[in-house]
Structure formats: structure tokens, C-alpha cells
């Protein structure tokens, strides 16, 4: 199979999220809810696009210094109530975006707790 | 019991939690010789200056911070720093202040998802929720990449709080025993009535 970057993010998909050290919880070793929180276009995120978790992490933490990252099923994030969309930028085909809904970009609270509770993490982040 | 006797079991008693002493010393303390007399002495005495030099720089650092964050009562704060529980709740606010005043220095796109720098009115809003005298318990702080800061508390039973600062509004979001709301508007003195009765449930 090949990867289509335009194509419909499918519920087996898994999605990665890089994790700024701010947003990492010490007291309760989890990351916070915030780091769903953006003020435009959306929550970043890329697709695994068939590739190995080291090949997304080394590819998704250059140039982030500090940062650690996590992963997430696409299915489990609809059940959340948000909406994926492909966002393929020159830089990176597998780039897209977690919305809250089609008509509101940035997520509700209970929807950015959710996400932040589900994300499986791959990588911690630099202690600050 | 002589008065030496009583002068060594004080000295041992208090040196009961120092574990450094302990493995070092080879004696055990019934037979405690002159030299080891001395030497406990020694420890005791060197001990006793550095905590009684670390509570003064600790109480003094406090002091001065609690003048930084514009809160002129020392009276008050003397009385504060009395009970224990008040003392960690005072130190977990100097640790937010500091917090909250560097995200003054976070630039563009810190979070490399197009955040913006933080305004001086956020950042001024959540120092004042964070330093209001009527906040008894002291919250964990973060950045937002919507230019607001939110506060998160959370209960070992997974109960959990979170209020999250704007410019112009606050929100609140919690959930108790598995049951959630949110609530999209709120004064600083409801999220303050929301988080005592969040830690007066058992």
C-alpha cells in the first residue's frame, strides 16, 4: 500500500503529537490538557503514513529541542468528538490537523482533557 | 542519669533522622567514647547552625517575595508561615509567580504550532488569581498555545479541575466521580467558591 497525503485519515491510522516541556505535568508525570490547546488552524499532528514509530519521532522532534511526543489512534480521537484533516505542507506530507468540529477550530476543554488522557507517550519531554 | 548522659541522649535523639552520621559512625552509641562525644557535639552544633542559617535565608527569601508580589501584610504572612500546610501552599505560589512571569519571555511559535507571546494582561490576570489571598490551594500553571494560561488541580481519586485564564474571560472545567462540565464563563470569585468545594469532598 502506498500513502496518499490528500487521502481521509482512516480510524486505523495513528497520529503523533510533539510535547513542548511546559506541557508536561511533573507532579502527575502525564501531560496537560493545554497541549491541545492552539489559537489557530488547528491542533499539529502528523499521520504515521505507514512509517515506523522511530522513523516518525526522528522526523517529527527535528528541530524541537526538548520536546518529547506522544502517539494516539485516529479512531479513538473521533470518539472524542474531534475532526482530523489531512494538511500536507511542503515541509511535511504527513502533516494534519485535530479540529473540535467543522464549524470551531480550537477544541473544547473536556475534548483537549480527552485527548491529553488517551495519548500514549513515546517520548518525555526535557525537564525545564 | 548524670548530665552528660542526658547531654548524650539529647544530642543522639536529635540526631535520630541524620542517616550521614549514622553510617558513619563506627561505635555504636552505648558505648560512646570522648572523642565520639566530641565529635557527635560537633556534628550537632555544625547541623544545628546550617538549619537555623537555612530557615533565616528560607524566611527571609520569603519574605521578600511576599513583598515583590505586592502583598504588604508581614504580620500576616508571620502568621502564615506557622502552619506547615500554609507554608507549602506559600511556596508553590512564589514557584507560579516565577512560572507565570517567564512566559513573558516564550517568543512567537514557541510550541511550533503558531502560538503567539503571551499579553501583559493574561499574564497580569493570572498572577492576581494566582496571589488573591482567598486562593488556599495552589494549583499547577501552564501555557496555553491560545494565549491563555491554565490552572489544573487534580485529586489522587483522578477528580479534576482546570480554569483556564483569558484577556477578557475565565473558563472551568471539571470532573468529579467520572461526571464532567464546562463552563465557558467565569468570575475569579466563583473559580475560587468552585475550587474550595472541589477539596471539601472526600
Redesign the interface.
Known amino acids: 500500500m502506498s500513502f496518499f497525503p490528500e487521502g481521509n485519515i482512516e480510524d486505523k491510522e495513528t497520529l503523533f503529537r510533539a510535547i513542548h516541556p511546559l506541557h508536561w505535568n511533573e507532579e502527575e508525570n502525564r501531560p496537560t490538557s493545554a497541549l491541545f490547546k492552539v489559537r489557530e488552524g488547528g491542533v499539529s499532528v502528523d499521520r504515521d503514513g505507514e512509517r515506523d514509530d522511530c522513523i516518525v519521532l526522528n522526523s517529527l522532534l527535528e528541530n524541537r529541542d526538548g520536546f518529547g511526543a506522544g502517539k494516539i489512534n485516529a479512531g479513538q480521537t473521533r470518539e472524542i468528538g474531534t475532526l482530523l484533516k489531512p494538511d500536507p505542507i511542503e515541509a511535511n506530507i504527513f502533516h494534519s490537523l485535530i479540529l473540535d468540529s467543522q464549524s470551531k477550530i480550537c477544541l473544547s476543554n473536556s475534548k483537549a482533557k480527552n485527548l491529553s488522557k488517551n495519548l500514549i507517550i513515546l517520548k518525555f519531554p526535557s525537564k525545564m | 542519669m548524670s548530665a552528660e548522659c542526658e547531654d548524650q541522649d539529647s544530642i543522639l535523639n536529635s540526631l535520630e533522622d541524620n542517616y550521614y552520621f549514622i553510617n558513619s559512625l563506627s561505635a555504636s552509641p552505648t558505648t560512646i567514647t570522648p572523642s565520639i562525644y566530641e565529635h557527635i557535639d560537633k556534628v550537632v552544633k555544625k547541623e544545628v547552625a546550617e538549619r537555623t542559617q537555612l530557615i533565616t535565608v528560607t524566611q527571609n527569601v520569603l519574605l521578600n517575595e511576599y513583598a515583590d508580589i505586592s502583598i504588604q501584610n508581614k504580620d500576616l504572612f508571620v502568621q502564615l508561615i506557622k502552619n506547615k500546610e500554609e507554608i507549602r501552599q506559600l511556596h508553590r505560589k512564589i514557584n507560579n509567580i516565577t512560572r507565570i512571569n517567564s512566559f513573558r519571555k516564550l517568543e512567537p511559535n514557541?510550541?511550533?504550532?503558531?502560538?503567539?507571546q503571551f499579553t501583559e494582561a493574561v499574564i497580569e490576570k493570572a498572577l492576581a488569581f494566582i496571589n488573591s489571598n482567598d486562593l488556599k490551594w495552589q494549583p499547577?500553571v501552564?501555557?496555553?498555545?491560545?494565549?491563555?494560561i491554565?490552572l489544573?488541580y487534580?485529586k489522587s481519586n483522578s477528580d479534576?479541575l482546570?480554569i483556564?485564564i483569558y484577556q477578557d474571560f475565565m473558563?472551568l472545567?471539571y470532573?468529579l466521580s467520572g461526571v464532567?462540565e464546562?463552563l465557558e464563563s467565569i468570575t475569579p470569585i466563583q473559580a475560587i467558591t468552585k475550587i474550595n468545594e472541589f477539596f471539601s469532598r472526600r
Not at chain 2, 514557541?110 to 503567539?116: D, L, P, Q, R, V
Not at chain 2, 501552564?142 to 491563555?148: A, H, K, L, M
Open positions: 514557541w510550541n511550533k504550532n503558531n502560538a503567539g499547577n501552564f501555557p496555553t498555545g491560545r494565549n491563555s491554565q489544573e487534580e479534576y482546570e483556564e473558563t472545567y470532573e464532567s464546562d
